[in-house]
């Protein structure tokens, strides 16, 4: 176990608001050398203590929803009323080189020049960990720095809705007033990750947002739980004029009024993700000792329909381990 | 990997038809015991290349829906057809002694005297590889015993309707006339997994049937992707009085119409089976190589706050592998 660390150096103008000290926090926790993740690691165990204290939203809609412009309207407006906002972003298909278009400050050139706010864009895909543990820790981070409001924005790239929202507190699924048409769009159960709707460009049509409104409450109705302690809501914006924003933060204000429900759900998803790192070390431990070609001479076998899947894992694991007991699985 | 094998006893009276054969080779199947493991898995390797030539229906619904007269009567009809029909169950909370209420036979009892059918209440849990294996194994025999069509039903505890439906080539999702409540009572992410959603007890309420079918309808269309090559469909029946049990039939016939559709969508679900029991397997052996009470309390360092998800499971695997290079994760 790791005992009593001397202060990290970065710790300390880190937790002082430091935006630079952050920056390279972030730098040092997003990257796969050995030696950056042990003193990651360590910087995080340092400033752990300090983290916890934020709201955090996750943030996701339908391609030309108007992602970037309504996370700026709305953390213009909380930055302007006192908060530290933060802005990170879990997009998948990030290229190390060329980055990613989210949590991109061209995208939010006001508020990136806001001296309350922080943004960052995705970290890259690729290494190990992958992204949505880069974004947790980058979270926790910006909460020891300080920042009270963590904007986590994705597109629906992979599992990146189903990772943000593990790692937030209120999910908001952004859609435009053709509803029924742009829900379509969207992949299998991110409806179900909502805790609130937004229709945003509600300016540009009014009967439009109000048939959106209509169907979405509808839908949420019928896949909401009679037992579920949180009712997801739907509201209607339009980051241009700016109108339903501040409805749109007393919603999540609500969402997370309960201090016990928002501690029980952090804790639970603190210690599910534990058990899937916990299982991808398993894997790990296990892929590193299978034969690359056997491993795919299996696969195509199952997938050939020539033998069961049961029975292609028992040809793996015992030509890695020949003496274990048959049995099992 | 498995060599050419003598023909396995019971695979020719299976074949044929023979139903305690069948019977038998299931409960060979379901057995935990590491020998009959075996011959099961040399059973199974024997008949694989007969399985596959049958319709398989996946059917869940909520408490009180009238699933078992449901799945009697559309049996009825099929058997009566001249097809084989199979009934199946998957119940997690099912015990070794008193069984499952799920395929029960005094619950479907004109069926279970039907000679063209085979019922067999849901296997006990607890034991290596689980409920959802040990169905799938038994789906596999029924096949290879000629039965055409299979029917596996599930209640809603766990997992139970992702696994059956991992498992099926059409997934049925049954309700009442009161759906929005009815539906309230269901776990999320089932109606996404519902190819066809079927209003029973339709005899009761016509009005309250077709307000049911609307709001259903509505739903599945705001949650089904626009590129989805089936678009699941809303039906009303009356197990009852057997009212719209040909359109039932008709719709799942539909949608297994497309051949080349039905065997990518069963190649993906075994590779997928085949993934997962890796991985499990992969669990199981580092969970041995684990001190337990070292895993419980880093588990509940984690959940009290005190170390993060990923120190913790550094610490664990360094408690295993202590020279294993400082990295990864």
New interface residues.
């Given amino acids: 176990?790791?005992g009593p660390m001397p202060a990290y150096p970065l710790a300390a103008p880190l937790r002082s608001g430091n935006r630079r000290a952050l920056a390279r926090a972030i730098t040092l926790a997003e990257s796969s050398r050995?030696e950056h993740?042990?003193e990651a690691?360590r910087l995080?165990?340092e400033v752990?203590?300090h983290t916890?204290r934020s709201v955090r939203v996750g943030l996701t809609g339908v391609p030309g929803v108007g992602k970037s412009s309504f996370i700026e309207a709305l953390g213009l407006r909380l930055a302007d009323a006192g908060h530290r906002v933060a802005v990170l972003a879990v997009d998948p298909s990030s290229q190390r080189t060329g980055g990613s278009i989210l949590g991109d400050k061209t995208r939010m050139p006001k508020l990136a020049v806001h001296p309350g706010a922080f943004i960052r864009p995705s970290p890259s895909s690729g290494a190990?960990?992958g992204v949505a543990?880069r974004t947790r820790?980058a979270a926790?981070l910006c909460e020891a720095a300080g920042h009270d409001v963590i904007l986590i924005e994705t597109v629906g790239v992979g599992q990146s809705e189903t990772q943000v929202a593990a790692m937030t507190d209120v999910f908001v699924l952004l859609t435009l007033p053709n509803?029924?048409?742009e829900?379509?769009?969207?992949?299998?159960?991110i409806?179900?990750l909502a805790d609130l709707c937004v229709v945003n460009k509600a300016d540009l049509d009014a009967a439009a947002t109000r048939r959106a409104k209509s169907?979405?409450a509808?839908?949420l109705?019928?896949?909401?739980?009679?037992s579920a302690s949180w009712q997801p809501r739907v509201l209607a914006a339009s980051a241009l004029t700016g109108a339903g924003l501040d409805e749109v933060w007393a919603v999540v204000q609500a969402c997370v009024a309960d201090g016990a429900r928002v501690q029980a759900r952090r804790?639970a998803q603190?210690?599910q993700?534990?058990e899937e790192?916990?299982?991808e070390?398993?894997?790990?431990?296990?892929?590193s000792r299978l034969d690359a070609a056997e491993l795919g001479r299996v696969?195509a076998g199952?997938?050939a329909?020539?033998?069961?899947?049961?029975?292609?894992?028992?040809?793996?694991?015992e030509a890695v381990n020949p003496d274990r007991?048959?049995?099992?699985?």
Same sequence: chains 1, 2.
């Fill in positions: 176990m790791i050995p993740l042990l690691q995080l165990a752990l203590p916890g190990l960990g543990r820790e926790l509803a029924g048409d829900l379509q769009g969207i992949k299998r159960g409806m179900e169907e979405l509808a839908a109705h019928l896949l909401t739980p009679r804790q603190t210690g993700w534990f790192l916990l299982r070390a398993a894997w790990q431990a296990l892929a696969r199952v997938n329909g020539e033998l069961t899947p049961v029975q292609g894992v028992s040809a793996l694991l007991r048959r049995g099992g699985g």
